[in-house]
């Protein structure tokens, strides 16, 4: 299968522009499918992305993906991983295939399509509101922890030829380039980089327009196309110095060091009605450390004062630069960050045991309802 945009229109039985359908309805179907990809388990495949998911009918899904599962834990690979491409930004129509469809994760086309409006300069509550729709993904056994984060791929194109379009040019470009992708590694999910990105490939559109070589090309629009970064033309692109492929390799050594960055829980901190901060905690469940992300995406200096769990504690800076952090009894924290960039503090200390539950209450339905 190839995907399309689902914008066309969400055809879930029957051929699809121009492609042949499967007739998945039929149990001989289903079980003649399940077989074959079982054998690509078998032989050892890490895992699928699985295309134009939502063109397929729920219950096929729902037998295909459990059996998948289940071969791949039999055959000793408990890692065995699979994600579905939903092509829809809304947590409520994608989580639908990781909870019912029985899917472990959808492609975080929210994500992409907030991240986006992030580096152009909007206002952070866009990102406020995409997570507070996390709970969306939890079930038994998924939650939203486990999406696959991206911001550019071969349909869309790439996320500097999207900021380019909306008139980004020069040093503003590889900024705000830059802090898409900080905030990819720094925020829930698993981050997935659209090869080229870390060579500074920018691309005309998506498609063909986003596949280039990486070898020297003899495509002369590949050729002639500006590079993030560095001069275009046909070369071999696989430079280990090329600012953004420096930049995606800090920034995974930061989450390796670091597993709360990559696993922590989330926690909602700031949200600026413009331009400015996006602040949120991470936190490590093993080692009891936390962590504070503050990224602004304005074109000044900026600050903002929000809550942490720490009282009295010690925040030291690991990302961005920056003085160290210190919070009050009130375990409240100032925070500045320079324009189009992103810090990130570690706390000297673990979160603090609580002395008792925290108060819970029911706001809906309300009382009668």
């Known amino acids: 299968l190839h995907s399309f945009p689902t914008t066309l229109f969400r055809s879930e039985y029957g051929d699809f522009v121009g492609l042949d359908d499967l007739f998945t309805e039929q149990p001989k179907v289903v079980d003649g499918m399940t077989d074959i990809y079982k054998k690509w388990v078998d032989f050892g495949i890490d895992g699928f992305q699985i295309d134009t998911v939502e063109h397929v009918d729920t219950p096929f899904w729902q037998k295909f993906s459990p ?99 909306s008139g980004s040019t020069g040093t503003d470009l590889m900024a705000r380039t830059k802090l898409a992708n900080d905030l990819m590694f720094l925020t829930r999910g698993q981050p997935v980089v659209y090869y080229g990105d870390e060579q500074g490939f920018i691309g005309g559109g998506g498609d063909k327009d986003a596949r280039q070589d990486m070898f020297a090309t003899k495509v002369s629009q590949y ?74 995406n304005s074109t000044v200096t900026k600050s903002a004062t929000f809550a942490t769990f720490g009282k009295n504690a010690t925040f030291a800076p690991i990302y961005g630069g920056g003085a160290q952090l210190r919070s009050g009894k009130d375990m409240r924290v100032t925070a500045s960050v320079p324009a189009l960039s992103v810090s990130v503090w570690k706390a000297q200390d673990r979160v603090q045991e609580r002395e008792s539950a925290p108060t819970t209450w029911i706001t809906s339905p309300q009382p009668g309802a």
Do not use: C, W
């Not at 959808?106 to 409006?117: I, K, N, P, R, Y």
């Not at 009605?273 to 996006?278: F, H, M, N, R």
């Open 223 to 296: 050729a002639g196309e500006e590079i993030l970064g560095g001069a275009p033309g046909s070369k071999d692109r696989y430079d280990t110095k090329a600012p953004l492929y420096q930049q995606i390799s800090s920034l995974a050594k930061l989450r390796a060091a670091n597993p709360g960055l990559a696993d922590g829980a989330q926690i909602h901190r700031y949200a600026s009605d413009g331009a400015g901060i996006y602040a949120f905690s991470r936190v490590d469940a093993t080692s009891g450390t936390e962590y504070i992300v503050v990224a602004n």
């Open 67 to 165: 059996a998948i599962q289940a071969e791949a834990k039999a055959k000793g690979n408990p890692d065995f991983f699979m994600f579905g491409e939903v092509y829809d930004s809304s947590p409520a129509v994608m989580s639908t295939f990781t909870t019912t469809a029985k899917l472990p994760a959808t492609l975080d086309f929210g994500f992409q399509s907030q991240a986006l409006a992030f580096a152009q300069g909007k206002p952070t509550t866009g990102l406020r509101d995409l997570y507070a729709a996390d709970d969306y993904y939890t079930d038994t056994d998924s939650n939203a922890y486990e999406l696959p984060t991206f911001l550019g791929n071969h349909d869309m194109g790439r996320v500097a030829m999207m900021l380019k379009g």
